[in-house]
């Protein structure tokens, strides 16, 4: 009778209401520090500099607001850095065939820091490329803060080249390499004991989404037994399998680390970025993961990249825009079933009869 599933809706309202007084009376206001990080020299393609400003300007924190009203939000603004001799001395001795990599390693001291200031004040952090080359300071930076960290790096490439095997001197396609314990000697030059001493032991390093995976890499990653599932994997046991063997390789003590270069969906859904690669992740299945990794409650930082508004049309440049706060939302609390918390509904919209 329709009165009976009224008086089911009005429980269930009140229901609601209980658990939002329960949240706001929690001691969980979840604070999220945000930087942006304009640096576009891990590659050629100039513009990927030009997203942290364009994602505000499209209402980056109300989308996050609106995804979780319970989120205490505070913008750092665009992360600035300078090089020094030293490190320009590092470039000339040393890494002379990558290309910036003095700018590269500045950029990236800095960004060891901010992580670190971000987590001291913050729950969570949320670190926006610039190009995939700063996934080196924001792992880094985390890894200082929380050494009982995982990471899953969610990508069409598996940016773990090495000096010796890049075949573009781009350092966007090298930063895993200098997270990883096993690969740090091949950075001897880097100083990397001083400027990030906590490492990433192998097994804690997840890929999802791989498409485009050079030869010297696919050695590496098979050298070391280092869990990567590429398209192919997703194919054949979709995406819930994927998302349930990433969790199982995870130590479920660690915080976990989410690294997200947009070219890991699919060009339709995301044209506007340097390397894309056809026949990746859809919107959908890009969401799915981003929820299942935030439902563990043990993401506390993420990384948005390689979004490039110079790349294609307007129209491009939109639909990779969207696609990206769709995968921040989701990240950050919007739910697709609509389970959310609500603190200010008007439960007296069916009336007051019980
Ligand atoms: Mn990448």
Redesign the pocket.
Known sequence: MWWTTRRIVIKCLQHQRFLSAAAAAGPEAQTLGIIGVPFAKGQAKQGVELAPDLLRQNKLRQVLQNSDERLVITDYGNLPYAVDETLLQQQRQHYYHIRNYADFMACNLALIGQVQLMLQQNAQFLAIGGD?AIGFGSVAGHLQHTPNLSLVWI?A?A?INLHSTSQSGNI?GMPVSFLLEPLRPTWQHASLDKIAPNCLPKDQLVYIGLRDIDPYEAFILNKFGIRHYAMDSIDRVGVPKIIEMTLDALNPQNKIHVSF?I?ALDSNVAPSTGTAVRGGLTLREGISIVEALRDTKRVQGMDL??INPKLGSEHDVRTTVESGLEILKSMFGYRRSGARIYSNLDTGILGHEH
Do not use: A
């Open positions: 995939h990508d490439h940016d966007h270069d070219d990249v390689e």
